[in-house]
């Protein structure tokens, strides 16, 4: 059943080989000063770094750097480029990387003018509305998985509380534009791909494990959860294959920009304990999502057992002959396991960096959200964690 909805997403996206051409035609609308947020050296021994360097020259710009954002962006990152914001009246930020350096740089948007106050603990713990000037936010996407090329989303790691917090902000925090082209992906490492892919798996599955029956949205994540299998098998043979990088992409776009998400109320609480272990460990998202996912949905499938059934034989294609519903959810359940080592997905959490002894520490700091079809208790998720440990 289609609930009531309404839906925008404001951001404009130029996609393909020749995406980056649409670069100085954006700039005409921001003022002199543009802040370059960006990772480590990826692009600069990819030659990126150069052609944007070159049009944000062309076009006049004024440019700050902040370099060095880290795959689980931390709060004192943030403030560092809060704090370059306002010291250089920076007109727009250029968030060029994955989808770490794009959240960094939706925090620092809202935070720099937070006056007075937290913004972690008012915006990442409190949820309040941003009620100060938002610095216009843009992105280069060079790593696929999180879509925060397309939404709102920022997920912030505040390292003095061991606290990964998502926040899902408002339209004006949204990137203006985004730059998607697939070449940018060819250079990610085999482990950052895949880990990538199972991130926007785990968006749709997400959304998709909430309800029973099927609306519109369930077609459309199915759909896009078969795609991301197919093309990341090809994309693993030949990683230079450019339909497969262009569909895993645009893949990802789709997953998180609201638009798989309409009449559903969607789970969340793989991600939820999935941001606590990557506070303690580190750890590259995918491949914790990976690792709470399957032991998760073993114990909640029960609960939701239509929809299990349902993923097991339209993305798995599971024959129903002869079977339960109870053994056709499971299958589907296996063959996502099985395609996780296909893959190479490492879904051991000791691998992942945690010990013993962080597993009740992430338990007891998980955020409960309570939407799937199970609300979990502490010792729930203690137990998924020392399932997959």
Known sequence: MQLDFTYYNPTKIHFGKNSLTKLNDELTQYGDTV????GRNAIKSNGLYDDIMTILAAAGKKVIELSGVMPNPTYNKMMEGAALVREHNVSLILAVGGGSVIDCAKGISVSAYCENEDPFQKYWIEFSEVDNKVVPVASVLTMVGTGSEMNGGSVITHEATKYKAGRVFPANVYP???????????????????????????????QYFSDQGANTSDYLIESLLKSSIDNLRVALKNPDDYEARSNLM???????????GLSKTQDWQVHMIEHQLGAYTDCAHGMGLAAISLPYYRLIYKFGIEKFVRFATQVWGISCEGKTQDQIALEGID????????????????????TKEMLPKIAESTTIIGKGYKKLTSEEILNILETCF
Not at 35 to 38: E, G, H, K
Request: include cysteine.
């Open 35 to 38: 802040m370059l947020v960006y």
């Open 335 to 354: 063959a996502l396991a099985h395609f996780t080592k296909e893959c190479g997905i490492v879904t051991s959490l000791k691998e992942l960096g945690a």
């Open 250 to 260: 645009w893949n990802a776009t789709l997953a998180l920009n609201t638009i798989t």
């Open 176 to 206: 203006g534009f985004s730059i998607l082209n697939p070449e940018y992906t060819f250079t990610v490492s085999q482990y950052q791909m895949v880990s990538g892919v199972f991130d926007t798996m785990s968006h749709l599955m997400e």
